[in-house]
Nanobody, 116 residues
Framework: QVQLVESGGGSVQPGGSLRLACTAS????????VAWYRQAPGDQRERVAY???????KYDDAAKGRFTISRDNAKNTVYLQMDSLKPEDTAVYYC??????????WGQGTQVTVSS
């Protein structure tokens, strides 16, 4: 059974940083294209970034220049380093395969709150 568990969220002030982790079981991270998504209250879930088979990070506009996605194959974990956080980054963050839909299984996510 595939399971992805997100962790690392918290509350920070604007300009702060957090590093999220996505630890997988039941699949090998390096053989998947894994993405980070987020969902703010009242909004649709949106993609933030993904990491390719080759380990190259790709970023959606909201994340460019501030977030860095990386992967530790030995730990079967994908990370999202988030710097220069803004209040609009407040959301629940999830990881999943690239292109995952509502019909796919999703984890609990990890809450990120950016507020002064």
């Amino acid at each position: 059974q595939v399971q992805l568990v997100e962790s690392g969220g918290g509350s920070v002030q604007p300009g702060g940083s957090l590093r999220l982790a996505c630890t997988a079981s039941g699949l090998i991270i390096s053989r998947e294209v894994v993405a980070w998504y987020r969902q703010a209250p009242g909004d649709q879930r949106e993609r933030v970034a993904y990491i390719t088979f080759a380990g190259i990070g790709k970023y959606d506009d909201a994340a460019k220049g501030r977030f860095t996605i990386s992967r530790d194959n030995a730990k079967n974990t994908v990370y999202l380093q988030m710097d220069s956080l803004k209040p609009e980054d407040t959301a629940v963050y999830y990881c999943n395969r690239l292109g995952a839909s509502k019909r796919d299984q999703w984890g609990q996510g990890t809450q990120v709150t950016v507020s002064s």
